[in-house]
């Protein structure tokens, strides 16, 4: 374990280095994303998560434990968050040992599962091609993996709405955030981009998974989800900026968020998901069913137009186009600042 973690510190290198890991598992991920025969980190946290959760719940027989209930949740989530850093810098240091180069392979490869883009567009996919094709029960079928809402009664333009409210929500924490954290571990060689980048992941997985208010989750998940919601602000604002700018009317768009953004009980969904309605000319929100109870969320956006699978695919570029301003600035910035360093 010393030996691996010393290696991490050992293969630290330049930011041109960085920027090489992160250009690349950029195209991994937009070439091949994740291959479901491969084993995923996230598949390790969640079953971590599920474990840890089982453990807790058999102890408390079905009742809150109240604030030992909320310290084990504290202590779930920066076990999972700090120790998804250190074990991928671990691993990542013991790979650098054998071999530099299976080092940074091992980087960009674990960088690239970080990365949803084209894992969210593949999602999206699956659902849109049986509804365009008229097969609306397989169209449910499919998106009941990625929704937590009850699909088996939703009509075509229900189906549609969810599919745009996941595209709009995993815009950011599945893929803008990461690139957001993995760029701050770029710009600190010493740490590196993956270990951040697995750090946000573990905390959304997290959330994902137990960060709810309803029981039994709700003293367990507390922490999970306000340290998601913290990780997540400024990347979301970040995001919602960018957006502003591609639309052309970015004061138009700000005034939207703000009118509808902070009705949504999520602090970075209902912004990220109501700048896309704007930019988009659509509404989302409304009524959904989970569990056999009927939420409604909050309308984010004007109806100006219905929500088509046209709309749906300008949203996943409008995230692809989003995704290549912040890595190429990103980008630049590492090869540049070596430059004016040694010309300084």
Same mark, same amino acid.
């Given at each position: ?72 949740? !504290? *202590? ?11 074990? /991928?810098?671990? =691993?990542?240091? #013991? %790979? ?113 998974? !137990? *960060? ?11 922490? /999970?989800?306000? =340290?998601?919601? #913290? %990780? ?113």
């Amino acid at each position: 374990m010393l030996a691996g973690l010393v290696g991490w510190l050992a293969m630290a290198g330049t930011k041109v280095d960085m920027a090489m890991i992160l250009g690349l598992a950029a195209f991994l991920d937009y070439a091949i994303a994740d291959p479901r025969s491969w084993p995923h980190p996230v598949q390790w946290m969640g079953w971590i998560i599920h474990r840890y959760t089982c453990f807790c719940l058999a102890r408390s027989c079905t009742k809150p434990l109240g604030v030992s209930y909320r310290l084990a949740g !504290v *202590g779930l989530a920066l076990g999972l968050v700090i120790g998804s850093a250190l074990i /991928s810098g671990w =691993l990542l240091g #013991s %790979l650098a040992l054998i071999h530099p180069w299976l080092g940074q392979i091992g980087a960009i490869v674990l960088l690239a599962s970080c990365f949803a883009g084209r894992s969210l567009r593949r999602a999206a996919q699956e659902v849109l091609q049986p509804l365009m094709a008229g097969e609306l029960a397989l169209a449910r079928e499919h998106l009941s993996r990625y929704v937590g809402r009850e699909t088996s009664h939703l009509s075509e333009s229900e189906i549609l709405r969810a599919v745009l409210e996941t595209v709009a929500e995993n815009a950011t924490d599945g893929v803008l955030a990461p690139l957001f954290y993995a760029g701050l571990g770029a710009m600190l060689p010493a740490i590196g981009p993956v270990p951040l980048a697995m750090a946000y992941k573990a905390a959304s997985t997290l959330d994902s998974m !137990v *960060g709810y208010r309803d029981l039994p989750y709700t003293d367990l998940g507390w922490f /999970s989800a306000r =340290l998601e919601d #913290s %990780l997540t602000w400024l990347p979301c604002r970040l995001t919602v900026l960018t957006l502003a700018i591609l639309s052309g009317n970015p004061k138009h768009l700000w005034s939207i968020c703000q009118r509808d953004a902070p009705a949504d009980p999520s602090p970075n969904s209902g912004w990220s998901e109501c700048a896309y309605a704007a930019i988009l000319g659509v509404q989302l929100g409304g009524i959904n069913i989970y569990g056999g109870t009927v939420k409604r969320k909050p309308d984010l956006g004007d109806p100006i137009q219905p929500i088509t699978p046209a709309i749906v695919d300008r949203a996943l570029q409008l995230t692809r186009f989003c995704f290549l301003i912040w890595l190429g600035l990103l980008l630049v910035y590492l090869m540049a600042v070596p430059i004016v360093s040694s010309r300084s």
